[in-house]
């Protein structure tokens, strides 16, 4: 989720350059190091931690939200809840639960981002299987995540094959209870590993061209 802070960061990019020239900008020296620079504050202004707080009756924008929960249900997840993310504005994310196969699901609605679902499985050795249906963003990871990527299909169906391709060892139980720790936790040890990464243009840039060219309408 850190990515949205670059993006909205990356607003000014687009309105100085508009779309024909921000491909000759990122190209050119003086993108890259933009890009680069900018890409750097927009990590460093993300937060280490965060905290959910549990939404009574959350309003969706989006039905396909509750399409996807009730898909989850289907396959026999349990829900812990609906979230806001206090650091966040914006930011909704229903959090449910298969004690069973330890698969915790996180369904996001985001005014800007859209809808997305992400299926994590935790491992006993400290490391992390998530399949989410965001598209690439071309971002290095930490040596302890693996993520897949899905189109939009239904959630059981892609719990199915989080489950199939999936490594197999030692996995950490979910729980109604520790899940929404567990998300707040997982976020904190993502933030710390990115601060202390540095970031790169060639991680910015096809985020940005892709993001630039969907919103083009929106921006124009």
Known sequence: MWMLGILLALLVVWKLF?????????LSNAGRNALQDIGKKAVADQPDRIALHRLAGPDWQDPSVEEMIASLRSAGFQEAGVFSVDKMPGVKVAILVQPQDAVAANVFEHAQAGVWIELVTRYQDGTTTTLTTLPSTGQNQPSWLTTMRSGNAPAAELVRQLIHDRPIRAMKAVSLEQAPQAFEEGFARY?????????????IAPTVRNWALKHEKVLS
Do not use: Q
């Open 18 to 26: 508009g779309k024909r020239l921000l491909a000759v900008f990122l």
């Open 191 to 203: 933030m710390s590993w990115r601060k202390a990464t540095p970031i790169t243009a060639d991680e």
